[in-house]
């Protein structure tokens, strides 16, 4: 008789974006005029750029052609792109990686959700709150919660991160095995400080803790006191397994390439107190239950490497962070508190005082037809905030500031 | 402190290929104006069709494009590729598959690594044996598994499938929950009949077992006594897990798209008896550690449903069945016993009495320079049998036949 995995069922919905989708079309039903902008999705809309484009039909061709088409290529991903992250990404930061630490793949939100699979069950597991809901969810699925009680997960060590610490958590004061840190912060749009991070870094030598660094928006960083890559911390390759994506860095939110760094130094224990390198565990996990990015994705991604492929790409992100500038200063020119916004592509909107989430979501729809992204729906320590996101198109952007600067929050 | 799923320590290295690959490597030193044939390889050969390049360079076009970029697609693949599922692979066999019972994959591969996560640790898994070791490997990883004792886990069911039952495995004596069978199957080439795949389906249902249904060779079937769907089957809908692929159909080794199918009927327990369906499990599975397809990707496997993709890609099936062909009837032309090479694109060759999967392996590389896989390397009753495949050019196939009828094995 098969049985199920019954951690599933202690999967809280994700009703967040569903609730979102019906209170916008509910509006939209009632005023089938009202001219809706929305700033509330995270995904890019620029179109991929010229060299991107030249890249895939050359591959494409590649793969119509006897001579040059490609079957399996290596679960890893193909050298010459592992080649590029290693001597673009990390080199000029002064970085060491070797070729077989850098795993391609689909995705970020795949790797950070099959991360997991290399732990024992009874690892205690911290996230910051609010957060990106799949570190959570695919530890629950994992086993390694127990039941949510209003919301809140039994066995989880959650990390307030608000205005009160300055989007600076504390360190847990209970047994942690695995930290989830998102830098730049997804959905507050913060940062942590270079200084901080040793912190954690040391934090976690000192507990034997894995750090799961998450930097997906790393290429829109501004700020100087904050780093591209946990490596540039001392001690961090003991410790750190880092995420990044092209899905933010050059709109592959629909192309679908990212990558996992793996340092051979980092190690777990075994129960009989053993330390196993966690590099070589990853590799047979992508080795047996993943076949590699597609051949022309990863031309693609490597393209983003050439001078004209980073050119073309720091464009639309210098156009995304102008959108992230103007929301944020227009915002605080009518006396609103935001934060995030200039390292991320996410503004963390403070909610008048008395507001909730949902109270300023529905105020912004009903008022001015904008849709935003209640802050509650990233964890508890969310509520009272709204995230706003700077992916729309300029014209949008300019005409939502002016909305909301017509709204009056006394 | 982490400690780290130790199951992956209960994996045995994969040292199948990484062997052929050195004693090839060792024979090409010792003779480097050897000319090696490759029949060993499980990879096509054959470029994408036209249909297909043609597909891709308009979808890059379209995501060089802001009117028609697409960033984020649905997690279970676009509704075009699902609907040409539907109705191109299933309404014609009289099927009918409900548009969210269809998932787009990256692979079989790593769908069939990744639905055992559905499964409670203590299902017991039967596999065929000789068989395609992810079944094997992921539940490994799972925790289904003891460790191996001279290559044979514990708690699993091996199913012999060898010559002596007309590699149609008998079913288990004990208890099981869920079976993998692959069908036309790889490595041994064959087909189980439509009579004993009802009663597989049969046998599952008194048994409340799950079977998963590995078809990735289906586009290879000419018998008319087996399946091209599990679901042509009564009663499957019930209890079978579908996994198909554009691999081999297409020849996407290298592009990477699969689709995998859950029926809502198709249930498993909790430890209190509840019914679950699977369905939903899998969705919310997909929806938190995996982000779709690459558009150009599903719009390029869309294009083989089309009518000239359709003609073109099984233009290059005809063509590896016809090696196929020359290969089975080349060898039975010199009294050896073969398998398999009808429905699928794999001969199962049958070493002559004496000789181990590796005798004939040394034979075939030392004597007529052709490389093959042995057997024996797909588990224990693969012994004394050796995997050729039709995936080679005509012209290689021709000559590999030719220097194979030098050879004596009397």
Request: overall charge negative; aromatic content about 10%.
């Amino acid at each position: 008789m098969a049985t199920v995995n019954e951690n599933y069922f202690n999967l809280q919905g994700s009703f967040l974006f569903a609730n979102i989708a019906r209170k916008v079309e509910e509006f939209q039903k009632a005023h089938p005029d009202a001219d809706i902008i929305r700033l509330g999705i995270g995904d890019v809309t620029l179109p991929l750029v010229p060299a991107v484009i030249d890249a895939l039909h050359k591959a494409v061709d590649e793969m119509g052609n006897a001579e040059t088409f490609r079957g399996y290529g290596p679960e890893q991903g193909y050298e010459f792109l592992r080649k590029a992250v290693v001597e673009k990404d990390y080199a000029p930061l002064g970085i060491t990686i070797a070729l077989d630490e850098v795993f391609i793949s689909d995705g970020a939100k795949s790797d950070v959700g099959n991360i997991q699979e290399l732990f024992a069950e009874d690892n205690i597991v911290a996230i910051t709150d609010p957060v990106y809901p799949v570190y959570l969810d695919s530890n629950v699925m994992g086993g390694r919660t127990g039941k949510a009680i209003d919301g809140i997960f039994e066995k989880v060590v959650y990390l307030p991160t608000t205005a009160e610490n300055n989007f600076s958590p504390d360190f847990p004061k209970e047994r942690v095995d695995i930290v989830y840190l998102c830098c730049p912060n997804n959905p507050t749009g913060t940062v942590l400080s270079r200084a901080r991070l040793k912190e954690w870094v040391d934090w976690c030598k000192q507990n034997d803790a894995i750090l799961m660094f998450d930097s997906a928006y790393e290429a829109f960083i501004s700020s100087e006191d904050t780093v591209h890559s946990i490596y540039e911390i001392e001690g961090a390759r003991e410790v750190a397994i880092e995420f990044r994506s092209f899905s933010k860095t050059a709109g592959f939110t629909g192309t679908r390439c990212a990558y996992t760094i793996v340092p051979k130094e980092v190690t777990a224990r075994t129960k009989d107190g053993e330390r196993k390198q966690l590099n070589p565990m990853w590799n047979r996990r992508q080795c047996t239950k993943f076949n590699g990015v597609p051949y022309i994705i990863q031309r693609a991604a490597e393209a983003v490497y050439t001078e004209d492929g980073y050119k073309q790409t720091r464009e639309n992100i210098a156009y995304y962070k102008e959108n992230a500038r103007i929301i944020r200063e227009g915002l605080e020119s009518i006396g609103l508190t935001v934060f995030g916004g200039v390292d991320a592509p996410y503004i963390w909107l403070k909610a008048p005082a008395g507001m909730t989430s949902w109270d300023l979501f529905d105020l912004l729809l009903e008022k001015v037809h904008i849709v935003s992204t209640p802050g509650s729906g990233f964890g508890p320590s969310g509520e009272g905030y709204l995230r706003l996101t700077a992916f729309g198109s300029r014209e949008n952007t300019l005409r939502a500031i002016e909305r909301i600067k017509t709204l009056s929050f006394k």
